[in-house]
């Protein structure tokens, strides 16, 4: 099912929730590359995929909503790595991001023990908050 209209503009009730908590870019960023990628592919999974693929190159997930990244790049190694890799996926946390962006993001998701977290399990503990916070607000 097209998540856009005749005019471009996401279709809200065919996003996912976290998406209809973030700015209109990323609701477009989404909705425009999964129509584009079911037109190519066909609905379902691999639309899907490719939909999140192009919106983890500029957002990253934080809590229950996405929010713009300082710089565009793949999220993580799945995302650089292309379709064929088996790379494990971040979901959506910016696992090439520094340490220190990585803590700041821990510490506004008031992440305990953070300060003595390696970068992987820095990323591995965000990666539960976001989906811990995206349970309470679904």
Not at 52 to 81: F, I, M, N, Q, T
Not at 98 to 104: G, Q
Request: with cysteine; aromatic share 4%; proline share 4%.
């Amino acid at each position: 099912m097209p998540k856009t209209t005749r005019s471009g503009a996401p279709k809200q009730s065919e996003l996912p929730s976290t998406l209809r908590r973030s700015e209109a870019k990323a609701q477009r960023t989404f909705a425009k590359a999964h129509d584009a990628a079911a037109e190519e592919y066909g609905e379902g999974e691999r639309a899907h995929r490719v939909a999140y693929s192009a919106l983890k190159h500029s957002y990253e997930k934080v809590g229950d909503h996405w929010e713009p990244k300082r710089e565009k790049c793949p999220s993580d190694r799945k995302a650089a790595g292309g379709r064929g890799t088996r790379a494990k996926t971040a979901g959506g946390v910016d696992a090439n991001a520094s340490k220190t962006h990585l803590y700041d993001l821990a510490k506004r998701l008031e992440i305990p023990r953070r300060s003595t977290m390696t970068k992987a399990q820095l990323v591995d503990a965000i990666q539960k908050a976001n989906d811990r916070q995206t349970r309470r607000s679904s």
